[in-house]
T-cell receptor, first 115, second 115 residues
Framework: AQSVAQPEDQVNVAEGNPLTVKCTYS??????LFWYVQYPNRGLQFLLK??????LVKGSYGFEAEFNKSQTSFHLKKPSALVSDSALYFC?????????????FGQGTTLQVKP | SAVISQKPSRDICQRGTSLTIQCQVD?????MFWYRQQPGQSLTLIAT?????????ESGFVIDKFPISRPNLTFSTLTVSNMSPEDSSIYLC????????????FGPGTRLTVL
């Protein structure tokens, strides 16, 4: 069965420091991987995705993520955090083999960036 | 990208009543989904809304409790029936474009409180 794990409920970083939000996945075959962000009282906003190709993908607002097949990970990163990055981040996986389009979400990680 | 709107944005309902949530996409999409986000938790897929046929429900969700319609490629409704306080959640509509490697876009959500 497909699953996604975000091992940290919360990540705290100081503004200007690099940030990492961790995600590991379990899926048979080649996964499609996504990161979304949710600001308070808002829906989910798409950040970036990995489908195939270069393991380092770049997305919105300066975020990037690195796909590591051997470690089954897809960690979200940003070189320099902003206070406005504080939000709830979700990693999600889709198994393309079933062609259902369904996304399986991790439990979410709250990012707190302090000035 | 698709822009998704939901109505209502929030509601407070009495136990035993039903609420219908509407989801409108600004372009034709192949797949539409309904998710539930319980307080402080991740997103759980309720069902895939199929155009012109019965929705495909995930384990733990049934049609009698969450009837779904999708009369065309841009519109869907979710009804939460015979509500109890445990149904208090955010309900999100999402849509997927032509190919499964596209990202899903999400509506802003409907925040439901059941008293």
């Amino acid at each position: 069965a497909q699953s996604v794990a975000q091992p940290e409920d919360q990540v705290n970083v100081a503004e200007g420091n690099p940030l990492t939000v961790k995600c590991t996945y379990s899926v048979s075959g080649n996964p499609y991987l996504f990161w979304y962000v949710q600001y308070p009282n808002r829906g989910l906003q798409f950040l970036l995705k990995y489908i195939t190709g270069d393991n380092l993908v770049k997305g919105s607002y300066g975020f990037e993520a690195e796909f590591n097949k051997s470690q089954t990970s897809f960690h979200l990163k940003k070189p320099s955090a902003l206070v406005s990055d504080s939000a709830l981040y979700f990693c999600a996986v889709r198994d393309p083999s079933g062609n259902t389009g369904k996304l399986i979400f991790g439990q979410g990680t709250t990012l707190q960036v302090k000035p | 990208s698709a822009v998704i709107s939901q109505k209502p944005s929030r509601d407070i309902c009495q136990r035993g009543t039903s609420l219908t949530i509407q989801c409108q996409v600004d372009s034709q999409v192949t797949m539409m989904f309904w998710y539930r986000q319980q307080p402080g938790q991740s997103l759980t897929l309720i069902a895939t809304a199929n155009q012109g046929s019965e929705a495909t429900y995930e384990s733990g969700f049934v049609i009698d409790k969450f009837p779904i319609s999708r009369p065309n490629l841009t519109f869907s409704t979710l009804t939460v029936s015979n509500m109890s306080p445990e149904d208090s959640s955010i309900y999100l509509c999402s849509a997927l474009g032509e190919t499964s490697y596209n990202e899903q876009f999400f509506g802003p959500g409907t925040r439901l409180t059941v008293l």
